[in-house]
Structure formats: C-alpha cells, structure tokens
C-alpha cells in the first residue's frame, strides 16, 4: 500500500511536470492567442515533398480542433452514442486517458453530411479541460487523471440546449471564468462559470447562441467579450456580464457563425452573404457606441474565421465556390484574391512568414504570407477523410484532425 502510493504521487509529479507550458502550446480555439497565430515555428530549409506520419490514432468522430498544453494532445470527439473527452501523448500518440458520457442527438436535416460532433474546441487553463458538446454539456475535467470535477447541462433551464444544427462555440476562459454562450435557439444565455467549481458568475439572456466563439477585446481600458450570438454581434463586460453594445446581425439560415478578429482598436466580422466588416467601439459618457470603420462587400466569409497578422487580413471567402483573400486590415480593400472553387471552407493558421491552409478535403497549403499576390510553396494530401477541424501547428510538426482520427506529421 506504501509503496503503491509513492508511486501514484510520483506519476501525479511527473503528469503536472508534463503540465509545465511551453512555446509550442495550443490551449485553446485558434491558437494560445485565439487569433489563429502560431508564435513559433521554424520553417524547414527545404520543404518536403510528402509529409512523414509520426503517429496516427482513431479517436472519434466530430470536427472540434485539438488543443496542446506541456506534452499532451486534448481531444473531443464521438464514438457511437458518447461524447468522449482524450489525453494522448504528444510524441507517441498513446492515449493517457479517456472519459465518456452519454449524449445520443439527432441531427437538423440540413446538417447530416457535417455528422453528430461535438464541433466546440476544447480550452486547456490552470490543469484543466473544459469541453463544450453538441448537445450543450459543459464538463470540466482535471487535465492529469482525467477526473470530471465538474459538468453542467442545460435542460432544466431551456427547452433546447443548442442551436438549430448543434453547439459549435468554443468556450473562453478569462480572470478565472469559464464563458460560453449556452442555450439554444431563441432561448439561450450567455454565461460566465468559475472555472474551478463551475457556479454561474453572470449571465445574459437577451439572445439564443450562434456558432461563432468569443474573444477578449479590450477598448476604453475595459476588456470586453466579445461574439455573435443568434441574431446580433454584441459586446459584454467580461467581468459583470453586463451588455454594452450590440449590432443586428443575421444570416440566412440562421447562420452567424465567423468568430470576430480584434485588430488593434477595431473588430473585424463577418457573416454568410455579409460582407466584411470592421467597427470601433467608443464610451460617451455612460454609454458605449459602435461605428463602421470600413466595409468590403466583395469578400465575405461563410465558416471560415480570418487572421490578421501584421497590417493584413488572411482569409477564406464563400464567394466564387471558395476564394483565398487578402485585405488591407486598416482600410478594407481587397489586395488580391483567387480564382476561386477552392473548396467548401479552409482553416487558416499564420506562422511566421507563411500561411498554413487546410482545406476541407484534406489538402494544406502552405503558402507565403505575402500582401502582393496569392503563392502556394506545397500543396499535401493530409488525410484520408474531410477535414474540418483546424489544424495545430507544433514546432516542426502540425496535428490534423480528420473525419475519426488524428495525426501527427512531421514538417520536415
């Protein structure tokens, strides 16, 4: 029994030493900044033809991304009628733990060929993982043994718990608080948990959730939350909650779906046969104003969320059957485009001088970061499946994310 215990305390060391973040990490939707930028990479000297599969594992299905913290890879995805919630190891693939729930969901019609999910990216904060699933249930587990220390669902409090084609917001932890827009459609609140025992802080009720997720955006010395909901782009205090502007916004189909870029003291959004957009948010006295800094109504973006990187917006347009773009970030004008019929939707990852594309039928582009023209170095054929889930760059290797598993390929 001694003897058992020392060697639990000792794993239990080793685990939070693997805990320990590093440059490489990912914790989060889009990125350690949640603005879909890798913030290091080294680019090899020669790009290979084929990239080398280190390790491949069936784990699920669904398209929410993985997240990276320390050595381990965090995962959600499906398997049969379960949502399951997975720690691999970074450098083999060998599944460290697993739990699973229950969460049988039929789908809308219109949303079968995108499958049951979860869809939501998990967030990795203080040795914790919090998942949001396509039914709405907020778990929160401990990061080293895989213990669920918390778990909310939603049915008592609205008459559906997510949106008419299934939770997609990933959840946001900023000071010490959990926020996610729960609820489903017409009926929902976006809702602020401690991040440690899971008891709601604040909340607002104004608006069912869309599909976007939210960021921080800090403006008048006041961090704000910033998301679309069902029908509007709306700011929130992230401390009490509190409304402080909101934009009529809605899409056909009711699809409000692009998470918003802060670039320097504007937002940039979009929406499905919108535009794009960019707006200031200004306080005169005790109210808070918006105002359009710029519109281009040429490129506008469907399930894609851009990456504004130096003074450059990169994205993915819906138009043309799927267009790459670039804008002037402080003006709006359009720098140049493809041809288009790129595909469905592509994830963007910027890293360094270049721009990582994953398309959804498994090709990554990578391509310079350049606001002259459009220049593809290597297009690789990553997987064996669609490909919706964004992908994670890790030093020299990049984590894909395919229809049931996941891999990792090397750079190099």
Same mark, same amino acid.
């Given at each position: 029994?001694?003897?058992s215990?020392?060697?639990?305390?000792?794993?239990i060391?080793l685990?939070?030493a693997?805990?320990?973040s590093?440059?490489?990490d990912?914790?989060?939707?889009?990125?350690p900044?949640?603005?879909?930028?890798?913030i290091?990479?080294?680019?090899?000297?020669v790009?290979?033809?084929?990239?080398k599969t280190?390790w491949?594992?069936?784990?699920?299905?669904?398209?929410?991304s993985?997240v990276?913290?320390?050595r381990?890879?965090?995962?959600?995805?499906r398997?049969?009628?379960?949502?399951?919630?997975?720690?691999?190891?970074?450098d083999?693939?060998?599944?460290l733990w697993?739990?699973?729930?229950p969460?049988?969901?039929?789908?809308?019609p219109?949303?079968?060929?995108?499958g049951?999910?979860?869809?939501?990216?998990p967030?990795?904060?203080?040795n914790?993982?919090?998942?949001?699933?396509?039914?709405g249930?907020?778990s929160?587990?401990d990061?080293v043994?895989g213990?669920?220390n918390?778990?909310?669902?939603?049915?008592?409090?609205f008459k559906?718990?997510s949106?008419?084609?299934?939770?997609?917001?990933?959840?946001?932890v900023?000071?010490?608080?959990?926020?996610?827009?729960?609820?489903g459609h017409?009926?929902?609140a976006?809702?602020?948990?401690?991040?440690?025992?899971?008891?709601?802080k604040w909340?607002?009720?104004?608006?069912?959730?869309g599909?976007?997720?939210p960021?921080?955006f800090?403006?008048?010395?006041?961090?704000?939350i910033?998301?679309?909901?069902?029908?509007?782009?709306a700011?929130? *205090? *992230?401390a009490?909650g509190?409304?402080l502007?909101? /934009?009529?916004?809605?899409?056909?189909?009711?699809?409000?779906?692009?998470?918003?870029?802060?670039?320097?003291?504007?937002? /940039?959004?979009s929406g499905?046969?919108?535009?794009?957009?960019?707006?200031?948010t200004?306080k005169?006295g005790d109210?808070w104003?918006?105002?359009?800094?710029w519109?281009?109504?040429?490129v506008?973006?469907?399930?894609n969320?851009?990456?504004?990187?130096g003074?450059?917006?990169?994205?993915?347009?819906?138009?043309?059957?799927g267009q790459?773009?670039?804008l002037d970030?402080?003006?709006?004008?359009?720098?140049?485009?493809?041809?288009?019929?790129?595909g469905?939707?592509?994830?963007?990852?910027?890293?360094?001088q270049?721009l990582?594309?994953?398309?959804?039928?498994?090709?990554?582009?990578?391509?310079?970061?350049?606001?002259k023209?459009f220049?593809?170095?290597?297009?690789?054929?990553?997987?064996?499946?669609p490909t919706?889930?964004?992908?994670?760059?890790v030093?020299n290797?990049v984590?894909i994310?395919d229809?049931?598993?996941?891999?990792?390929?090397?750079?190099e």
């Open positions: 029994m001694f003897l215990k020392i060697a639990s305390r000792i794993y060391v685990a939070l693997s805990q320990i590093f440059a490489q990912w914790p989060q939707w889009r990125g900044n949640r603005d879909g930028v890798a290091s990479f080294s680019a090899p000297k790009w290979p033809e084929k990239l280190i491949k594992v069936p784990i699920g299905i669904g398209h929410s993985p990276v913290a320390g381990r890879v965090y995962l959600h995805s398997q049969g009628e379960n949502e399951v919630a997975s720690c691999l190891d970074l083999t693939g060998k599944v697993q739990d699973s729930y969460t049988p969901y039929t789908m809308n219109a949303a079968t060929s995108h049951k999910g979860p869809k939501s990216t967030v990795v904060y203080n914790k993982l919090y998942t949001f699933g396509i039914t249930i907020l929160c587990y990061t043994t213990k669920v918390w778990r909310k669902e939603f049915s008592k409090q559906t718990t949106p008419l084609y299934g939770s997609a917001t990933s959840p946001i900023h000071n010490g608080l959990v926020i996610v827009h729960v609820g017409d009926s929902g976006l809702t602020a948990f401690n991040a440690e025992t899971g008891e709601v909340s607002w009720t104004g608006d069912g959730p599909y976007a997720s960021v921080v800090e403006s008048g010395g006041l961090n704000q910033v998301t679309q909901t069902q029908k509007s782009i700011g929130f *205090s *992230s009490s509190e409304l502007w909101q /934009i009529p916004f809605e899409t056909a189909y009711v699809q409000n779906i692009v998470t918003p870029v802060v670039y320097k003291q504007t937002l /940039i959004v499905l046969d919108k535009g794009t957009m960019a707006i200031k200004t005169r109210k104003e918006t105002e359009q800094v519109a281009n109504a040429d506008s973006m469907y399930m969320s851009p990456v504004a990187t003074d450059n917006l990169f994205g993915f347009s819906h138009k043309r059957k790459f773009f670039c970030a402080r003006t709006g004008q359009t720098l140049w485009t493809t041809t288009g019929r790129e469905d939707n592509a994830a963007l990852i910027a890293a360094g270049f990582f594309l994953l398309t959804d039928n498994a090709e990554l582009i990578v391509a310079k970061r350049d606001a023209q220049e593809a170095l290597k297009k690789y054929s990553v997987a064996d499946s919706w889930a964004h992908p994670v760059i030093g290797r984590l994310k229809a049931s598993t996941i891999a990792l390929l090397s750079l």
